[in-house]
C-alpha cells in the first residue's frame, strides 16, 4: 500500500512538473511573438534622389527636360537593385512613366503639405518606379526633419519620450501618440549599423576598439557590446546581450563580419578572456591588444589598497604610479616591457598587492605593446567608452530598457545616430560626422537625408 502511494505521489509531481514546463514556454512564445519589432518591407519600388529643398523639388519635377537631365539620367548612382523581375538583366536605361495617381501627403507641423511623385519605368523588364527626393522619407507622413530632431534629442541628449512628445506640442508639429514616436525609433533602428555603412559605401580601416558594458538593471544582468573604429569615430556594431559569455560574443561578432566588406586586422579591447576567445575564433589572424587606461586604473586601485595597508605617503603611490605608467608606454615590444619590468628595483613593488598587477602586465606583455607593432592598433579603449556612456546615460534616465528586440533596435539607433549627425561647435570634429570623417558621401545634404538617400530606411535584406 505504502508503494502504491509513494508511486502516485512521484506521478502527480512530475505531471504538475510537465504542465510548468509547457506553460514556460507556452509564455515564452507568447512574449516573443509580441515583442518582435515589425517594419515595412515595401519600398523596393521607391528611390530616393538628393534634393533637400522642397521649393526646388517642385521646380525641378515640372521641368521634364531637367528632371531627366538630372535626375533620371544619373539614378545608377543611388538607386539599389530590387523591385525589378527576375528576367531583368539589369536596367541601363530608364524612361519617364507619368506621375503617381494620388500625391504625397507630408505633415510639417499644423498642415499638410502635397508633393507630385514622378515615375520610371525600367526599359528592360518594364517595372515602374517611384523618384521621391531625400527629405521625403519612405511611407512616414511627417517630415523627415521633425523626426530629425526628436532623435537628436532623445539619443544623444537624452531627452525622454514624453519630453520630445511636449516639446513637438509646444512647437505645433502634431505628434499626439508616443507610439509614433517609440514606431520611429524602430524605423532608424531596424538595420544593423554596419549594413547602413556598408550600403553607402563605406569601407573600414579593419581596426577597431571593442568593449562590453554591464548595465544595470533592475533583476537583470545585460550588456551592451559596441565596436568603434578609432579613426573615423564610426559604430560598426553595437548589441544588447543578456550573457558576455564565449558562444553568446561568438554570436554576436559573426553577425557583425556577415554585414562588413572588410577584414578585421587589428582590435584594442580590455582583458576579458572570454571576449578576446570569441574574437580570435571569428576574426581569424586577428591582431589583439589590450587597453592601457584599463591596466591603468587595477593599477590604481591596488594602490590604493597598498596605503591603506602599509600607511604609506601620498608622494610614494605617486611615485609607483609613474613608474608603472612609464614602463607600460614606453616599451616598444614585448622584450623590452620584460627587460623594463625587471628594472623596477622599489621594494614596494614586490608587495603581494602590487606585485600581482606586475605580473599580469608581464603575463600579458605581447598584448600591451601590439600598438608598437600595428600602427592601426590604438593603446586605449577611450572611444568605444564614451559611446558606451551615452548608454549608460540613456539608462539612467529610463531606469530599465522594454524587453530584448526593442532594446537591440535603441542601441542600433543610438549607433546610426552617432554616425550621422555631425559634432557640435567646440567639439574637436566640430560640424563633421563620422559619415563625413571617413569620406562617405553626402550630396550637401543634412544629417537624416544623407541616411535617406543611402537607403538606411529599405528594410528589404537583397536591396544590395
Known amino acids: 500500500m505504502l508503494k502504491i502511494v509513494n508511486c502516485d505521489k512521484i506521478i502527480r509531481i512530475q505531471f504538475e512538473q510537465e504542465l510548468l514546463n509547457v506553460f514556460a514556454r507556452y509564455c515564452a512564445d507568447s512574449f516573443q511573438d509580441k515583442t518582435s519589432i515589425d517594419v515595412s518591407m515595401r519600398g523596393e519600388k521607391t528611390y530616393i534622389f538628393p534634393c533637400a529643398d522642397k521649393y526646388e523639388y517642385l521646380n525641378l519635377v515640372n521641368d521634364k527636360v531637367r528632371f531627366m537631365a538630372e535626375v533620371v539620367s544619373k539614378l545608377g548612382e543611388y538607386c539599389h537593385a530590387t523591385g525589378h523581375r527576375s528576367s531583368c538583366k539589369g536596367a541601363v536605361k530608364y524612361t519617364l512613366a507619368g506621375f503617381r495617381d494620388n500625391p504625397r501627403r507630408t505633415l510639417t507641423g499644423e498642415r499638410q503639405e502635397e508633393y507630385p511623385?514622378?515615375?520610371?519605368?525600367?526599359?528592360?523588364?518594364?517595372?515602374?518606379?517611384?523618384?521621391?527626393?531625400?527629405?521625403?522619407?519612405?511611407?512616414?507622413?511627417?517630415?523627415?526633419?521633425?523626426?530629425?530632431?526628436?532623435?537628436?534629442?532623445?539619443?544623444?541628449?537624452?531627452?525622454s519620450i514624453q519630453g520630445c512628445l511636449q516639446n513637438l506640442k509646444i512647437t505645433g508639429k502634431g505628434v499626439n501618440s508616443k507610439q509614433t514616436i517609440l514606431n520611429w525609433?524602430?524605423?532608424?533602428?531596424?538595420l544593423h549599423p554596419a549594413t547602413i555603412l556598408t550600403r553607402a559605401g563605406v569601407i573600414g580601416s579593419g581596426y577597431l576598439q571593442e568593449d562590453e558594458g554591464f548595465e544595470k538593471e533592475p533583476n537583470l544582468r545585460t550588456y551592451s557590446v559596441v565596436m568603434v573604429e578609432p579613426k573615423?569615430?564610426?559604430?560598426?556594431?553595437?548589441?544588447?546581450?543578456?550573457?558576455?559569455?564565449?558562444?553568446?560574443?561568438?554570436?554576436?561578432?559573426?553577425?557583425?563580419?556577415?554585414?562588413?566588406?572588410?577584414?578585421?586586422?587589428?582590435i584594442t579591447k580590455d582583458k576579458w578572456q572570454a571576449s578576446t576567445n570569441a574574437l580570435k575564433a571569428v576574426m581569424k589572424n586577428v591582431w589583439?591588444?589590450?587597453?592601457?587606461?584599463?591596466?591603468?586604473?587595477?593599477?590604481?586601485?591596488?594602490?590604493?589598497?597598498?596605503?591603506?595597508?602599509?600607511?604609506?605617503?601620498?608622494?610614494?603611490?605617486?611615485?609607483?604610479?609613474?613608474?608603472?605608467?612609464?614602463?607600460?608606454?614606453?616599451?616598444?615590444?614585448?622584450?623590452?616591457?620584460?627587460?623594463?619590468?625587471?628594472?623596477?628595483?622599489?621594494?614596494?613593488?614586490?608587495?603581494?598587492?602590487?606585485?600581482?598587477?606586475?605580473?599580469?602586465?608581464?603575463?600579458?606583455?605581447?598584448?600591451?605593446?601590439?600598438?608598437?607593432?600595428?600602427?592601426?592598433?590604438?593603446?586605449?579603449?577611450?572611444?568605444?567608452?564614451?559611446?558606451?556612456?551615452?548608454?549608460?546615460?540613456?539608462?539612467?534616465?529610463?531606469?530599465?530598457?522594454?524587453?530584448?528586440?526593442?532594446t537591440q533596435a535603441l542601441f542600433r539607433a543610438m549607433a546610426n545616430t552617432r554616425n550621422f549627425v555631425p559634432f557640435l561647435s567646440g567639439a574637436k570634429n566640430a560640424y563633421q560626422s563620422p559619415f563625413m570623417m571617413a569620406e562617405g558621401q553626402t550630396f550637401g545634404l543634412p544629417w537624416i537625408q544623407v541616411m535617406n538617400i543611402h537607403n538606411a530606411f529599405l528594410f528589404t535584406e537583397d536591396a544590395f
Not at 518606379?129 to 511627417?142: A, G, I
Not at 525609433?185 to 531596424?190: E, N, Q, T
Not at 614585448?334 to 605580473?359: A, C, T, Y
Request: charged letters at 25%; one cysteine or more; glycine letters at 2%.
Open 185 to 190: 525609433l524602430r524605423w532608424i533602428g531596424a
Open 232 to 266: 573615423t569615430l564610426l559604430v560598426w556594431h553595437a548589441d544588447y546581450v543578456d550573457h558576455v559569455d564565449e558562444d553568446t560574443l561568438c554570436s554576436s561578432f559573426e553577425a557583425f563580419i556577415s554585414k562588413v566588406s572588410f577584414k578585421i586586422l587589428g
Open 288 to 406: 589583439i591588444g589590450y587597453c592601457h587606461r584599463h591596466c591603468l586604473k587595477k593599477f590604481q586601485e591596488a594602490l590604493f589598497e597598498y596605503q591603506k595597508e602599509i600607511k604609506c605617503s601620498k608622494a610614494e603611490v605617486e611615485s609607483l604610479y609613474k613608474q608603472f605608467k612609464n614602463v607600460l608606454q614606453t616599451s616598444t615590444s614585448k622584450l623590452v616591457l620584460e627587460i623594463k619590468i625587471g628594472l623596477l628595483d622599489n621594494p614596494s613593488f614586490k608587495h603581494p598587492l602590487l606585485k600581482k598587477r606586475i605580473d599580469e602586465l608581464e603575463a600579458n606583455a605581447v598584448y600591451y605593446t601590439a600598438h608598437m607593432s600595428r600602427k592601426g592598433i590604438a593603446p586605449t579603449t577611450s572611444i568605444v567608452d564614451n559611446f558606451l556612456k551615452t548608454v549608460k546615460r540613456k539608462l539612467r534616465s529610463v531606469e530599465s530598457f522594454r524587453d530584448k528586440p526593442s
Open 117 to 159: 511623385i514622378r515615375m520610371v519605368k525600367c526599359s528592360d523588364c518594364k517595372q515602374r518606379f517611384s523618384l521621391l527626393p531625400s527629405f521625403l522619407p519612405r511611407e512616414k507622413h511627417f517630415h523627415i526633419n521633425i523626426i530629425a530632431n526628436v532623435f537628436q534629442n532623445m539619443l544623444l541628449f537624452g531627452q
